[in-house]
T-cell receptor, first 115, second 111 residues
Framework: DAGVTQSPTHLIKTRGQQVTLRCSPKSGHDTVSWYQQALGQGPQFIFQYYEEEERQRGNFPDRFSGHQFPNYSSELNVNALLLGDSALYLC??????????????FGPGTRLTVL | KQEVTQIPAALSVPEGENLVLNCSFTDSAIYNLQWFRQDPGKGLTSLLLIQSSQREQTSGRLNASLDKSSGRSTLYIAASQPGDSATYLCAVYNQGGKLIFGQGTELSVKP
């Protein structure tokens, strides 16, 4: 049973560029959440997707957008990259009905470096 | 607004020592609390999930407690080993499964 997978593992971009990160949830899960973790900090919630709709959103600008596909996989897009967007981006999946009572499963993350 | 704080930010102990990591949260209306482990540059590994109606959970050498009324949780690690060296993160769940994390405690266990 495959866990949560993310691609790519590492990414280097320059300021002003756009980036797309991808996540495939654990088998049987229908809800995907994205988190940003700056160096030395705890992860910060970006947004959550269920049934291809954004259900919750954290305190992130509109430059951060996402998408969920019919197979429950998800993408995180960041436009007009800033140096401060450099971070580890984590994807987590769960089953919505159990999302408040069951563990969320995290992927290995994508390390984004903005130069 | 829910805030989660972890103390200490870093901890270094000799191998074999028992230790306690602390987590506090400002809003007691949580659904659950979860402890994670993170190795450098890696994703998160779930250690223990405590339901809001529970007081503690145990797994091997790990024991986590939850006191909602005081807004506190502790992670107790018995007989620490060098392989326990990692960052430990505490997170609380709100409705819908949004996790709010503390900043973590970086643990180093010296042989």
């Amino acid at each position: 049973d495959a866990g949560v997978t993310q691609s790519p593992t590492h990414l280097i971009k320059t300021r002003g560029q756009q980036v797309t990160l991808r996540c495939s949830p654990k088998s049987g899960h229908d809800t995907v959440s994205w988190y940003q973790q700056a160096l030395g900090q705890g992860p910060q919630f970006i947004f959550q997707y269920y049934e291809e709709e954004e259900r919750q959103r954290g305190n992130f600008p509109d430059r951060f957008s996402g998408h969920q596909f019919p197979n429950y996989s998800s993408e995180l897009n960041v436009n007009a990259l800033l140096l401060g967007d450099s971070a580890l981006y984590l994807c987590a999946s769960t089953l919505l009905l159990a999302s408040s009572t069951d563990t969320q499963y995290f992927g290995p993350g994508t390390r984004l470096t903005v130069l | 607004k829910q805030e989660v704080t972890q103390i200490p930010a870093a901890l270094s102990v000799p191998e074999g020592e028992n230790l306690v990591l602390n987590c506090s949260f400002t809003d007691s209306a949580i659904y659950n609390l979860q402890w994670f482990r993170q190795d450098p540059g890696k994703g998160l590994t779930s250690l223990l999930l405590i339901q809001s109606s529970q007081r503690e959970q145990t797994s091997g050498r790990l024991n986590a407690s939850l006191d909602k009324s005081s807004g506190r949780s502790t992670l107790y690690i018995a007989a620490s080993q060098p392989g326990d060296s990692a960052t430990y993160l505490c997170a609380v769940y709100n409705q819908g499964g949004k996790l709010i994390f503390g900043q973590g405690t970086e643990l180093s266990v010296k042989p």
